[in-house]
T-cell receptor
Framework: DADVTQTPRNRITKTGKRIMLECSQT?????MYWYRQDPGLGLRLIYY???????NKGEISDGYSVSRQAQAKFSLSLESAIPNQTALYFC??????????????FGEGSRLTVL | LAKTTQPISMDSYEGQEVNITCSHN???????ITWYQQFPSQGPRFIIQ???TKVTNEVASLFIPADRKSSTLSLPRVSLSDTAVYYC????????????FGTGTRLTVIP
């Protein structure tokens, strides 16, 4: 089983619908992230959370919200989806302590299409 | 936030050594340099990280000059499976400025 699991893996929805993408991890990491990737482009940070009580906006948070339900779970919501939110979404985790590299561990991605 | 600049794309033949350079002129004292690899429709994967001089692991080498304003990822004897996008990130590992990927360098390995 994957250490970082995203559900759903694929979703097609209509403009105006509310969508939730869920992420769960078994790595025991405190830090969790949501990224978005558009075709041919790099990853852009939407939100990040360094622990359960910490939520921060990233580069492109408008139109998105998040919930950190537990150390292992971090959900991304689109309250009213629009077509330009069609993208591949990645959840990631990390754990920085002392001399740890702080490397990011990614899930397999959730492909969202908004019609 | 240390901005990075990388070539958009590179081509290489199989078996050659590939060097991808990243420019980060305003790197801060606490910043580390981290490289990731991404295959299509997959999340990025950590390759290597360094602070200064040279770091080598089983996958790649990372060369960082004394002024730390640039770094070079070196992939020895590439194969077709090394075709991917490579990202250079610069930031404080403990903070939030080590999280920005940019557009990366698309490496295509040619048979």
């Amino acid at each position: 089983d994957a250490d970082v699991t995203q559900t759903p893996r694929n979703r097609i929805t209509k403009t105006g619908k509310r969508i939730m993408l869920e992420c769960s991890q078994t790595k025991g990491h405190d830090r969790m992230y949501w990224y978005r990737q558009d075709p041919g482009l790099g990853l852009r940070l939407i939100y990040y959370s360094f622990d359960v009580k910490d939520i921060n906006k990233g580069e492109i948070s408008d139109g998105y919200s998040v919930s950190r339900q537990a150390q292992a779970k971090f959900s991304l919501s689109l309250e009213s989806a629009i077509p330009n939110q069609t993208a591949l979404y990645f959840c990631a985790t990390s754990d920085f302590r002392g001399t740890n590299t702080g490397e990011l561990f990614f899930g397999e991605g959730s492909r969202l299409t908004v019609l | 936030l240390a901005k990075t600049t990388q070539p958009i794309s590179m081509d290489s033949y199989e078996g050659q050594e590939v060097n991808i350079t990243c420019s980060h002129n305003n790197i801060a004292t606490n910043d580390y340099i981290t490289w990731y690899q991404q295959f299509p429709s997959q999340g990025p994967r950590f390759i290597i990280q360094g602070y200064k001089t040279k770091v080598t692991n089983e996958v790649a080498s990372l060369f960082i000059p004394a002024d730390r304003k640039s770094s070079t990822l070196s992939l020895p004897r590439v194969s077709l499976s090394d075709t991917a996008v490579y990202y250079c990130l610069v930031g404080d590992r403990a903070g939030a400025n080590n999280l920005f990927f940019g557009t990366g360098t698309r490496l295509t390995v040619i048979p």
